[in-house]
């Protein structure tokens, strides 16, 4: 993602939202380090050192994806993650860790995460990662907004049961014989 240019009309340009990231982590020089080379390569890039700050930035911004630390002080990151899903977000979250073990990676993504980078790790495939995670994020939220809606083709009204599909009237359970033109 870049600075691109969508067309509002022949004449004028508006600029393409960049994706909107929020990285939570303890280590000042890693929030540093990935804000400067997330928003170097297209991203909207917000920091924060813990639960509180990831509150107050919350309230102002909407995110596209969280990139959270595991291991925090006074709140961790799966409980901060658990917070964002509990309110309804299905944006993608990425765990960052010094666990490696098999058995926290798993515990990671079973609480929500979409994906765990065990540090160390290089900018570069934070990135790789953000990026799958947006395409394929956009890909289903496009689908859901553009599918139809689903029709509801059985209703019931007091003794009487109309099914459109199966083209059936029932009234009090007992069929009633309609032509197709009588039951439009």
Sequence with gaps: ?????????????????????????????????LRRYLGENG???????????????????????????????RMDGITMMMKVREKGYDFPVIMLSAKSEEVDKIMG???????????????????????????????YREAIASAEPVKDTYHVLGGIELNEETVEVFVDGAPVGLTPPSFL
């Design 43 to 73: 991203f909207s890039v917000n920091v924060a050192d813990g639960a509180q700050n990831m509150d107050r930035l919350w309230l102002r911004e909407r995110f596209d994806a969280l990139v959270l630390d595991l291991m925090m002080p």
């Design 1 to 33: 993602p870049t600075g691109k240019t969508t067309e509002k009309s022949a004449d004028n340009a508006i600029p393409e939202r960049l994706p909107k990231i929020l990285i939570v982590d303890d280590d000042p020089r890693l929030r540093d380090l």
């Design 109 to 139: 993504l079973n609480m929500g995460a979409d994906d765990y980078i065990t540090k160390p790790f290089t900018p570069l495939e934070l990135l790789a990662r953000v990026n799958s995670h947006l395409r394929r994020y956009n890909r």
